[in-house]
């Protein structure tokens, strides 16, 4: 992220104290989509589910550009997107291994609609007794409003904040922007922690917070129940007076600009007093309280606003500041952007975005000095996120997608579904169909079909592999699944297999994954996919460090590459793609054998494997273990020089649900420049590897 005037923000040491923390926001406009947005901004994992159809209606609030609406960038920053028809039973049977997984629901329908749907919290915490349902309504989930549409405006008005907002001889005046919306969105935040403070501090279970937009409403405008209850009076509209103090208002400069005066302890009323001119009211009695300068307020702003009106707008404010009185500007957004402790603090800050390049809006909320929190990316487009939630992570296979999106019951990204399904699903490059002669070899068309047709089947036969739960298929098993011959699979396997992606058991001729999968980006055909979950993570990473990330796995004594991201954006697979490494050379090799259990890794330092790549590299074992031991107890690895002379990386391990290093994530520049960074970006790294580990299911313990 940069200021809006192009400085670049130093990469925040982590996503935020929430990474770890996984969201569902079902929740529409506005306050409970801004409470999964805060969280998100701290570093949750926010999933944000849309109807496939319907969609949003915050995609079309507010202003547009190109279609494109600028509320939604903001809001819905920091979520993956998915499309999801909640109220077909197949949709809320997905929602529910969703919630399996999440430790926070929040919707904001009318109450009564998620059990409709049997989505109510009977039914989400028996997948999840640790979940923690939020459920922002306009009335709450009880009493007699409970089933009233609550916008924001009829919150407003209901509160007494109309009432007492306006000119005196005028109207009651509602604010021109979500107000209740918004103070009930950070409420829900709150009581989102609160909740999950209670279940993971005090070993207690999920519950369900109420919240109703009209109570944290009701909080803001202070004892006006207190001074009904004990004292009769109704707050009554004032414009912009005060019934507490003055001067208090706005007020015209000479050169057509407003200024805004507070004066809520009496030295800085005193101060104005002497700044105008009139020190003598000042030591009137009825000075020294704010009641009492209150009543007499006409007086004094008659006073102020004659003083100000004489005045440009940059005389008044320099007056105001030597006199140490409090005043502002008032402010639009033009204003805003350009005022300097704004873009000093990056009170706004510089997103990139597909659609518009970059856009400009708010940081986060607040300046957390360990743990800050930033923002990865802006709203996405429908369905973005759909195939790697739907088939990486909940593990349907595609013939289930495609059936879903069919009924309406999913909502998949435009484009070619099928590709990018395939490539979310078992990591298959799509270059790998462009390259079908080099995997399957010369003639394969013409043994499998026409060359469209033989990539396609190739990569079915793949997929079985990726579904079954079996360490090993047969021909016959394959052929069944696919309805082909048996004839086709052979072949189709054989050419496999003679490229040593594929492994024969002689014995009982079934066929298993081979060692040289890697080639083709498949380390991982299950349904949790390394390559297709590492993907975003390599991205963010290059978004938060501007350095080259990769993605590796461990092959035997060896580490193998299987995906990198660049610099400028580029998505490519690295050319030393199945290009095996030593374990002991550099520091992504040296973040995988580091985590190792203790007798593999002994086993490892004992084979005698330990070569030198550069003089940099330790060839020691008692060396090379003490450094080991280092790096097990920071969490990483940094190496200058040492398989590359001419690079710098930082890497840590990414691990599986059974505590076992899966892989390793590292990033890495030039060594003149990767010096000063690899501090900042070891954090940034740790971060993304436990965000990665956790998405891969695991729940912090190592295997040893």
């Known amino acids: 992220m940069s200021s809006p005037h192009g400085r670049s923000a130093s990469p925040a040491p982590s996503d935020g104290p929430l990474q770890g923390l996984r969201v569902i926001d079902l929740a529409t406009i506005y306050a409970g989509p801004l409470a999964a947005q805060l969280l998100g901004d701290f570093g949750a994992d926010v999933v944000k589910v849309e109807h496939p159809r319907g969609l949003d209606g915050l995609r079309g609030h507010g202003p547009q550009k190109d279609g494109a ?62 979940l923690v349902l939020v459920r922002v309504s306009g009335f709450g989930q009880t009493g007699p409003y409970a089933s009233r549409p609550g916008f924001g405006t009829l919150i407003e008005a209901m509160s007494g904040f109309a009432a007492m907002t306006g000119e005196a001889d005028g109207p009651p005046v509602l604010p021109p922007f979500g107000l209740a919306d918004g103070i009930a969105g950070i409420t829900a935040a709150m009581a989102t ?229 395939v490539e979310g699903r078992a990591g298959l490059a799509g270059r790998i169909r462009e390259q079908w002669q080099t995997v399957a070899g010369k003639g394969a068309s013409s043994q499998t079909g026409e060359s469209s047709s033989g990539v396609e089947r190739a990569l079915d036969v793949l997929q079985c592999f990726g579904r079954s739960g ?66 975003r993570t390599l991205a963010d990473l290059v978004a938060a460090t501007d350095e080259t990330a990769t993605l590796s796995v461990r092959v035997g004594w060896t580490r193998v590459y299987i995906d990198q991201v660049t610099p400028n954006r580029d998505v490519k697979m690295v050319v030393q793609l199945g290009e095996p490494f030593p374990l002991h050379a550099g520091a992504s090799s040296k973040a995988l054998l580091a985590f190792l259990p203790a007798s593999e890794q002994e086993e490892y330092l004992a084979s005698g494997s330990l070569s030198a790549m550069t003089p940099n590299t330790i060839t020691d074992p008692d060396r090379l273990r003490k450094e080991l031991g280092a790096i097990r107890a920071a969490g990483f690895a940094v190496s200058f020089s040492e398989r590359d002379t001419s690079a710098g990386s930082v890497a840590a391990p990414v691990f599986g649900h059974e505590g076992a290093p899966l892989g390793v994530i590292s990033v890495s520049g030039p060594v003149e420049r990767f010096r000063d960074e690899a501090q900042a970006a070891s954090q940034t790294l740790l971060a993304a590897a436990h965000d990665l580990s956790r998405r891969l299911g695991y729940r912090g313990k190592r295997a040893e």
Do not use: C
């Open 69 to 130: 609406g600028l509320w939604w960038k903001m809001l819905s920053r920091n979520k993956r997107t998915v499309g999801i028809n909640l109220s077909d039973p197949a949709g809320s049977a997905l929602l529910l291994r969703m919630a399996a997984d999440a430790d926070v629901v929040i919707e904001s329908f009318r109450p009564g609609t998620l059990e409709r749907w049997g989505l109510g919290f009977a039914e989400l915490s028996q997948a999840n007794p640790g």
């Open 193 to 421: 922690l609160l909740a999950l403070y209670h279940r993971d501090a005090s070993g207690g279970a999920g519950q369900v917070v109420d919240l109703s937009v009209l109570e944290p409403m009701i909080t803001v405008l202070g004892p006006q129940p207190s001074a009904y209850d004990q004292l009769g009076e109704v707050p009554q509209r004032h414009g912009n007076r005060s019934s507490n103090n003055a001067p208090r208002n706005t007020y015209l400069t000479a050169d057509g600009r407003w200024v805004a005066v507070s004066s809520s302890a009496t030295s800085i009323a005193q101060r104005i007093m002497g700044l105008i001119g009139r020190p003598e009211l000042a030591a009137e009695p009825w000075f020294t309280t704010g009641s009492g300068r209150a009543a007499h307020a006409e007086l004094i702003d008659g006073l102020v606003s004659e003083w100000i009106a004489g005045r440009t707008r940059d005389e008044v404010l320099a007056a105001f500041e030597a006199a140490d009185a409090a005043i502002a500007p008032v402010y639009d957004a033009a204003d805003l952007t350009a005022d300097p402790h704004v873009i000093a603090r990056e009170v706004l800050t510089r997103v990139p975005d597909p659609d518009f390049g970059s856009v400009l809006m708010q940081n986060v909320i607040a300046r957390l000095s360990a743990t800050p929190g930033r923002i990865r990316f802006t709203g996405r487009a429908a369905g973005a996120d759909s195939d790697d939630i739907l088939a990486g992570e909940l593990g349907l296979d595609l013939a289930e997608v495609e059936e879903l999106r069919a009924r309406g019951v999913v909502r998949l990204a435009s484009g070619n579904r099928q590709d990018r399904y």
């Open 470 to 535: 079996q360490a090993t298929l047969g021909v016959t098993e394959i052929a069944d699944e696919l309805g082909i011959s048996k004839a086709v699979v052979h072949r189709t396997l054989s050419a496999f297999r003679s490229r040593g992606f594929l492994e024969i058991d002689e014995s009982t001729h079934r066929y298993r994954l081979g060692p040289q999968i890697v080639l083709l980006g498949l380390q991982y055909l299950d349904r949790i996919d390394v390559r297709s979950l590492g993907r």
